[in-house]
Structures are given as structure tokens and as C-alpha cells.
């Protein structure tokens, strides 16, 4: 016995990510959908060992299934995703759209997993921004021992994050500047990726932050701690998977970074390598395919009281988001739906 699961946005990264967790984590599943819009209907992906057809979104009756985890962007999800509500079936939202809503929960199951309690309201449940998702996970033993004060964040994030068009950006630019004549100047950033780092994701605000900046503020507040302080520098990066981030902790109480590296090393979702030698770390290549919240270069600030610094990698289609929103949907049913 297990549910029936819909995966809407099956042929974009995370969807087809969200497929292959399902399977990889034995979700029970009885019977499963994958959509796309029109343009891609008929589509071949992988589940398992299975191969589904993709069937069209604009038309798909929601009446009947259990869980939807939705990868189409907040554009296709406002049309969507209170149509999937309304039947009855639990909305996984990955986009931006309804993860400030009050009367939605945004979850990271290792650190606030009692928050699904909550999805009746809207029959919707948010996943958060990538670079939150990975940081929480980390934040939060910490937090539970010694109270965080502050948090400084400088984001080191891959092209992946930015979709296809992201990836192939890098891809194409990278080659070209091999065949100066096939130039190809950027479309999907806003300067060169190849060879270069950008100090701008999403869109610029009135205070001089990004979007994606205030994004890492607010998610933090509503998921871990409203009382945290967060200032983030969001940067993207020419690595093709993996975000990584360096993170500056201020806390209430003392913690010493042996006491820290232990708590982490006993955290879920939480993977230790922190040897101080060469390679002693993880990097982004490292870290693609895995579940795991790396944590690295783990040491003391002795320019503040109570301070520490961290370095933390993750695969971002993964526990960035398909693997988060599989993990929302496994607590949804073990705490909250019936199998059919």
C-alpha cells in the first residue's frame, strides 16, 4: 500500500532528480505521474526501473491524488497548485511563490519537520530557497546547544541553480573561449560565467541587496529562528552542481569548535570532513549525488565573543531541492496521510 504521486515538471533538473530520490528512497508509491507542459507531452523519463510518459499539466485532473511535488516555477504554480489543492492532494511546492505566506509551512524536515502539521490550512507545503535549505541543516544542532546571535553568509552558488539554460550557459562559454570566433555573450547572467564569479543572483532590491539575499533572511527566520540576524552576499560561481557557503556564527553562549564538530558529526542530514591538511574538505564536486550537508573548516573567530566559522557544500538539486521536498513528502505521510 503507498500513495499516488504526481511530479509536475518532470523533464527539468529537479524534477527528474525528484524521480530518481523517489525511487533511490523506496517511497511507497502505487501509482505515479509525471507532467510537463505541452510542449514536452510525451516525453520519456526514468523512474526506477520504469519509463513514464509524461502527460500534460494544463490538463491533468489532481482529483484522487495523494502528494504533487511541484518543480515548474512560481508562474506555472500559481495556475496550478490551488488547482491541486482544491482536489484534495497535497501540494510540494520548490518554487518562491508561497514561501512567505503565513498559512504555508516552510520545511527542512531535519530542522523543523512538526511544521507539515500545518498544511491543512492551504493543502500546500513550501520547500525553501537552496542556499537556506543547506544552511539550516547545519545552523541548527548549533543553535539548539548555544543559541545563535547573528549569522554573516557569503554563498558560493552553481550555475544548476539557474536551471538548464544556467548550465548550458556555462557549457557554451566555457568551450568558446577555446574558438574565440563562436563568441557567446551571456544570456542567462548578467556577465560572463565562464572563467568568473557574479556578485548578483535574482533581482536587485531598494536597500542594495538581492532578492536572493533577503530570500536567505527571511527563510532563515521563519524555519529556524525569527531572533537570528542575517546578512548574506549571494555569488554565483562557474561550477555546474553543488552551492557552497562560508558561514560566520555569532552565538549567545560559549561552544567550543571541538564541542561544535561533535554536535555536527551526531546531526541528521549532517556529514563531518574536517581534517586540517590538504584536501581536508569538501568541495562542490564532492558533494554532487549525495544526500549529505557537507561541513568543513570548522574553527574559531577570536575577532568576536562566541564566534565560529564553517564552510558548507551541498548538491543543490539534491537537498537544495528534490531530496528536501522527498523528505517532506516521507513526513507527510508518515505523520499526517493514510496510504490508499
Not at 500534460?56 to 495523494?66: A, I, R, V, Y
Not at 491541486?84 to 511546492?93: M, P, T
Not at 556578485?199 to 537570528?228: C, N, Q, R, Y
Amino acid at each position: 500500500m503507498g500513495y499516488r504521486v504526481v511530479v509536475a515538471g518532470a523533464t527539468g533538473n529537479v524534477g527528474r532528480e525528484m524521480l530518481n530520490i523517489l525511487a533511490e528512497r523506496e517511497f511507497p508509491v502505487d501509482e505515479i505521474a509525471a507532467l510537463a507542459s505541452r510542449k514536452s507531452l510525451g516525453t520519456e523519463i526514468s523512474f526506477g526501473d520504469k519509463t513514464l510518459k509524461t502527460l500534460d499539466l494544463d490538463t491533468f485532473d489532481f482529483t484522487g491524488w495523494d502528494i504533487a511535488l511541484f518543480a515548474v516555477g512560481s508562474e506555472a504554480t500559481k495556475k496550478y497548485a490551488p488547482k491541486a489543492a482544491a482536489s484534495g492532494c497535497v501540494v510540494i511546492d520548490n518554487s518562491s511563490l508561497y514561501r512567505y505566506d503565513p498559512d504555508v509551512p516552510l520545511v527542512v524536515p531535519e530542522v523543523n519537520a512538526d511544521a507539515v502539521l500545518g498544511y491543512q490550512k492551504k493543502m500546500i507545503i513550501a520547500n525553501p530557497n537552496c542556499s537556506t535549505a543547506q544552511m539550516v541543516v547545519a545552523l541548527k544542532p548549533l543553535h539548539d546547544r548555544a543559541r545563535i546571535k547573528r549569522v554573516v553568509v557569503s554563498t558560493y552558488q552553481s550555475v544548476s541553480g539557474a536551471g538548464k539554460e544556467g548550465i548550458d550557459e556555462l557549457w557554451d562559454q566555457t568551450k568558446s573561449i577555446y574558438n574565440p570566433v563562436d563568441n557567446k555573450p551571456p544570456r542567462k547572467f548578467t556577465k560572463q560565467i565562464a572563467f568568473n564569479v557574479i556578485p548578483h543572483i535574482d533581482v536587485f532590491l531598494d536597500d542594495g541587496s538581492t532578492k536572493e539575499e533577503w530570500k536567505m533572511v527571511a527563510e532563515t527566520k521563519k524555519i529556524l529562528d525569527k531572533a537570528i540576524k542575517v546578512t548574506a552576499t549571494c555569488v554565483r560561481v562557474p561550477v555546474f552542481v553543488g552551492h557552497s557557503e562560508a558561514i560566520n556564527i555569532e552565538f549567545e553562549d560559549f561552544l567550543d569548535e571541538d564541542e561544535a564538530r561533535d554536535i555536527l558529526r551526531e546531526a541528521p542530514g549532517v556529514m563531518v570532513v574536517d581534517k586540517r591538511e590538504d584536501g581536508g574538505y569538501i568541495t562542490p564536486i564532492d558533494c554532487v549525488g549525495d544526500y549529505a550537508t557537507f561541513v568543513s573548516r570548522i574553527r574559531t573567530d577570536g575577532t568576536i565573543e562566541n564566534g565560529l566559522n564553517m564552510w558548507v557544500v551541498s548538491d543543490n538539486l539534491r537537498k537544495g531541492a528534490a531530496l528536501n521536498a522527498v523528505q517532506i513528502a516521507e513526513v507527510l505521510g508518515n505523520r499526517c496521510l493514510k496510504k490508499g
